[in-house]
């Protein structure tokens, strides 16, 4: 890394930091893990964030423990996964994101924003569109599907740390179900750029990865409400470019070290009373800090993955009005909010 960033500093270095196997917990040597590249800015895939949007948590009407620690889980992702970030969890605890507990490890890891690549599809299993399938009721219509899609692609824009986007996403794209598709040719990682398709159903994906859900990829397959035309992939694609536009147009999404964030990213909507599905964000830039955004004093970021309009009050608040970028959305829904 210093012989390539001597030649070229802006050269990032990522990998996929996964503890497990024969040379897990350093048993072999010392491995280049999530936890032991903390502070060195070299990324690693943040599989908390992935999982607790694809796990559907967030569009759910439940407030079931599993599911609101997800999204504890995702507020910790939105403030780059910092192991020294304080947030107060869903049983009205602070603490710590060291101090969560995620699939037996620590939810939160990093010490730099740069550590932590957040993700919500990649070349790995199935697609953002195809795994959403599976968690959604048979009957929810096509318009709703891509709103959840809409939804779930945002959150890692939206993220404090290094967003990364699999090839198409941002178009519906879908692998007819393959969770595998290294071996599967083009007729399943096809993307159309023209989003004339999404390349949905396409016929059963290989046995070899997807035999043992046939029977329930056949079923969703079959439901008309999760067959996207052209006028959907373009509107997926438009909303996720308005985005892409907020994410560049502040740095206050785009914050380069630990204690900015600490200082600046808060969250609201939390503890014991909390709405499900509903994470409300703030990012400040206003009295003792220095300024980053020019246009606003600070950035609140309503995430509402409910079935109906939500709204959340805080108390310190005021002078808000709706982003210039979504009063302008393609999404009308979006320009009433």
Do not use: C
Not at 38 to 57: H, P
Not at 87 to 111: E, H, I, R, V
């Amino acid at each position: 890394r210093a012989a390539v960033q001597a030649v070229d500093p802006d050269t990032y270095f990522y990998g996929e930091g996964w503890n497990f196997g024969e040379v897990a917990d350093n048993r072999l040597f010392e491995q280049a893990t999530q936890a032991n590249m903390a502070g060195t800015e070299v990324g690693t895939f943040n599989d908390r964030i992935r999982e607790s949007v694809r796990g559907g948590a967030l569009f759910t009407t439940e407030a079931k423990d599993d599911y609101l620690r997800d999204q504890d889980t995702l507020r910790l992702s939105l403030a780059g996964n910092l192991k020294n970030y304080v947030l107060k969890d869903f049983n009205g605890n602070s603490a710590k994101g060291s101090s969560f507990s995620w699939n037996s490890q620590p939810t939160a890891y990093a010490l730099d924003p740069a550590d932590s690549i957040n993700y919500v599809s990649k070349h790995d299993n199935e697609t953002l569109w195809d795994i959403l399938q599976y968690k959604h009721d048979v009957g929810l219509n096509l318009a709703s599907r891509v709103r959840v899609q809409n939804i779930a692609a945002s959150i890692p824009l939206l993220s404090q740390g290094v967003p990364f986007l699999q090839m198409g996403g941002d178009m519906l794209r879908s692998k007819s179900m393959d969770r595998n598709s290294y071996d599967s040719g083009d007729w399943f990682n096809w993307v159309d750029f023209t989003k004339n398709s999404n390349n949905w159903n396409v016929g059963l994906p290989l046995k070899q990865d997807n035999g043992s859900k046939w029977n329930d990829i056949a079923g969703i397959s079959a439901n008309p409400n999760a067959a996207a035309s052209m006028s959907e992939i373009d509107f997926a694609s438009s909303v996720f470019n308005e985005f892409l536009k907020i994410r560049h147009d502040s740095k206050l999404f785009r914050l380069t070290d630990e204690q900015a964030i600490i200082e600046r990213v808060g969250f609201h909507n939390v503890g014991k009373r909390q709405q499900q599905g509903v994470i409300v964000m703030s990012i400040d830039d206003g009295l003792g800090l220095v300024d980053l955004d020019p246009s606003v004093d600070a950035l609140v970021v309503m995430i509402n993955g409910s079935a109906s309009e939500q709204s959340h009050t805080v108390p310190t608040a005021t002078g808000f009005s709706l982003h210039p970028v979504q009063m302008n959305s393609i999404d009308s829904q979006v320009r009433a909010a």
